[in-house]
Every structure is written in C-alpha cells, then in structure tokens.
C-alpha cells in the first residue's frame, strides 16, 4: 500500500489560495488520493478525492500529476476557518498519516 | 449528514474493567474502522472490517479485539482496561463502489478515561 509525505506545517495569510502538497511515489494504479481535514479533535471531514483526473467541488481543487506521484490541495480563497490538520491518504486500509498543520492567519 | 452513531460519548472507568464501545451505522455499508487519537496527535487505524465476519488488525489493535456480526454494528472490546488506553476513539465507515474505498463517514467519538 502507497505511504504519502506531507510537510509538517504551513502558513497561509486569509483570503490567499493555500495550495498543500503530498508525495505518494508508490501509488499504484488502482489507489484513489483522498484528503481529509481535521478541526481540533472532531472526527475528520472529507473534502475531495480522484484517481487520476483534477476534481474540483465546493471545497476545494485536487490537481494529481500526470504520473500520479504528487498531488496537491488547492483552497482557492483560505478562511480562519480553514486552519486545520490536513491529510493525503491513498490507501485502501485508509491508515492516516502526520498530516500538514494549516495555520491561516488574518 | 452521516448515519453513524457512537456509543457511549464519555466513559470514565477503573483499572481492570472490562469495556465495550458500541458503532452502529445505517448506510448499509461494508467497510468499518477503527481509530484512536490523543489530544494534538496522529489518528491510528486500529481495526476494520471489509464486511461480515471479515477484521483486520491495523497499527495499535494488539490490546483491543473487534467482531462483525452484522453489516451495521463493529464493537470494540477492551478486556481489561488500563490508565494506557485512556484515548478518544472514533468509529468510521465507507462504502465500496466499484473498487473506490469512498468517503469515511466518522461517528462523535468515544472519549475514554481509565483511572
């Protein structure tokens, strides 16, 4: 099963688009990229997933490179709302990793 | 709004009790986790199940067991509880829809404090 890498920690000033990154090099064809985000300690939300193709929805835009090793989370207008835990997850078990703390500052 | 229910919300219990958290959901759906997480840190998948009669054991399972009898119940069990597990614990599930996992859909949480 694929493993991601996400930075620690970001910054990202209000109203600015916050583009989070993941590595997820041993994906493998069938693995979708999910990302999830996490407010304090309520259970995570989702917020988009793909498998190959960009998505967008109400939330966000998922842009996954063409050979499906990197993908980012793109928030096109960031809120104080917004600061949260977010994570990458592609795989199938659903096994959460560190995750990137966003910090949207005003 | 998800249709997953988690019981109970808040248990505080001595040493050595036996203890069972109830998740109960009504999506019909075949996949159900298990996490644990303490306050400020990672979620651990401890256990799920792809459907009737099917657990797996994830990161932290070795002092906690699951069954799954029914599509919509995944109890965990503590057999005898210990001041290591006080933790929040969250429930999940998803459906599988042509290979894709599918959205997690997490109860509130069972918040334990072993004394």
């Known amino acids: 099963d694929a493993k991601t890498t996400q930075p620690p920690s970001m910054d990202c000033a209000e109203g600015r688009a916050a583009n989070l990154p993941c590595n997820h090099s041993?994906?493998?064809?069938?693995?979708?990229v999910y990302w999830y985000r996490q407010i304090h300690s309520q259970g995570p939300q989702y917020i988009i997933h793909g498998l190959k193709n960009n998505e967008t929805n109400e939330m966000a835009s998922l842009i996954i490179t063409e050979d499906r090793k990197s993908s980012t989370l793109i928030l096109p207008h960031a809120t104080l709302r917004d600061t949260a835990v977010y994570y990458c997850i592609v795989r199938v078990d659903m096994r959460f990793g560190a995750g990137t703390r966003l910090t949207v500052k005003p | 709004e998800a249709d997953i229910y988690q019981t109970p919300r808040y248990l505080v219990i001595g040493t050595g009790k036996k203890i069972t958290l109830e998740c109960s959901q009504t999506m019909g759906h075949d996949k159900m986790y298990w996490y644990q997480q303490d306050p400020g840190m990672e979620l651990h998948l401890i256990h799920y199940s792809y459907g009737v009669n099917s657990t797996e054991k994830g990161d932290l399972s070795s002092e906690s067991t699951v069954s799954r009898i029914r599509t919509e119940h995944f109890p965990l069990t503590l057999e005898s509880a210990r001041p290591s597990h006080t933790s929040q614990y969250l429930c999940?599930?998803?459906?599988?829809?042509?290979?894709?996992?599918?959205?997690?859909?997490f109860g509130e949480g069972s918040r334990l404090t072993v004394l």
């Open positions: 999940a599930s998803s459906d599988n829809v042509k290979g894709d996992t599918g959205e997690l859909f």
């Open positions: 041993t994906i493998s064809g069938n693995e979708y």
